[in-house]
T-cell receptor, first 110, second 116 residues
Framework: EDKVVQSPLSLVVHEGDTVTLNCSYE??????LLWYKQEKKAPTFLFML????IEKKSGRLSSILDKKELFSILNITATQTGDSAVYLC??????????FGGGTRLMVKP | GAVVSQHPSRVICKSGTSVKIECRSL??????MFWYRQFPKQSLMLMAT?????????EQGVEKDKFLINHASLTLSTLTVTSAHPEDSSFYIC????????????FGPGTRLTVL
C-alpha cells in the first residue's frame, strides 16, 4: 500500500521567516510527487516533481525531490500571512493514482 | 484552462435523505474523475475512481451501495450519498484528469455536506 508521510504536522512562524516542509513517500511504481496548498477549499496545485535533484521554483516557494531517499521538501522563504494554509504532498504512481500525506498546517503570524 | 466545478458547494440535509453532488470539467474532457473525502483537519482520502462509461472502482472500506458514482459523460461525474447519516458529514472533493495532461489531476472546489 502506498504511503506518504509529512512533517511537521503543524508549524507557527512569524512573517519573514523561512520554513521547510518535509514529505517522505513509499509509492509503488512511482511516477511523480506533487505539492498542493489548501486554504478553505480544495487544494491548489504548486509543483510536480519527477526528477531527482532538480529544484522547481515559483516566487518564494521552491521544492526538490530526492528519489534515492524517497523524500521531498517544500521551502517557503520570507513567509507572509497569506502563506498560512495546509500544505499537502501526494505521491503519484504509474496508474496515476494520488496518495496524499496528512498535510502540514502552517500558520504565519504578522 | 482545466477548470473543474462542483455543485452544490454546500448542502445541509436530514438523516436518511440522499444527496447528489455533481463534478464537471468545464473546458476539457475528463476520461477519469476521482472522488475524495476529507474530514476536518485530515488529509484527502480517495474514495473511488470513475472512468467514463464504466463502473467506478472503489477504495477499500468505501461502500459502493452507499456512495453511488456515475460518470455518464466526459465532462460530468456524480456522487450520490444515499441514506445519509451524520457520520457522512464531510468535505467531498472531486478531481478530473485531462486526457491531454495524463499526469495531472485538476481539483474541484469541493462540497461541504452536513447531515443533521
Amino acid at each position: 500500500e502506498d504511503k506518504v508521510v509529512q512533517s511537521p504536522l503543524s508549524l507557527v512562524v512569524h512573517e519573514g521567516d523561512t520554513v521547510t516542509l518535509n514529505c517522505s513517500y513509499e509509492v509503488t511504481n512511482f511516477r511523480s510527487l506533487l505539492w498542493y496548498k489548501q486554504e478553505k477549499k480544495a487544494p491548489t496545485f504548486l509543483f510536480m516533481l519527477t526528477s531527482s535533484g532538480i529544484e522547481k521554483k515559483s516566487g518564494r516557494l521552491s521544492s526538490i525531490l530526492d528519489k534515492k531517499e524517497l523524500f521531498s521538501i517544500l521551502n517557503i522563504t520570507a513567509t507572509q500571512t497569506g502563506d498560512s494554509a495546509v500544505y499537502l504532498c501526494a505521491g503519484n504512481n504509474a496508474g496515476n493514482m494520488l496518495t496524499f500525506g496528512g498535510g502540514t498546517r502552517l500558520m504565519v503570524k504578522p | 484552462g482545466a477548470v473543474v466545478s462542483q455543485h452544490p458547494s454546500r448542502v445541509i440535509c436530514k438523516s436518511g435523505t440522499s444527496v447528489k453532488i455533481e463534478c464537471r470539467s468545464l473546458d476539457f474532457q475528463a476520461t477519469t474523475m476521482f472522488w475524495y473525502r476529507q474530514f476536518p483537519k485530515q488529509s484527502l482520502m480517495l474514495m473511488a475512481t470513475s472512468n467514463e462509461g464504466s463502473k467506478a472502482t472503489y477504495e477499500q472500506g468505501v461502500e459502493k451501495d452507499k456512495f453511488l458514482i456515475n460518470h455518464a459523460s466526459l465532462t460530468l461525474s456524480t456522487l450520490t450519498v444515499t441514506s445519509a447519516h451524520p457520520e457522512d458529514s464531510s468535505f467531498y472533493i472531486c478531481s478530473a484528469r485531462d486526457r491531454g495532461y495524463y499526469n495531472e489531476q485538476f481539483f474541484g472546489p469541493g462540497t461541504r455536506l452536513t447531515v443533521l
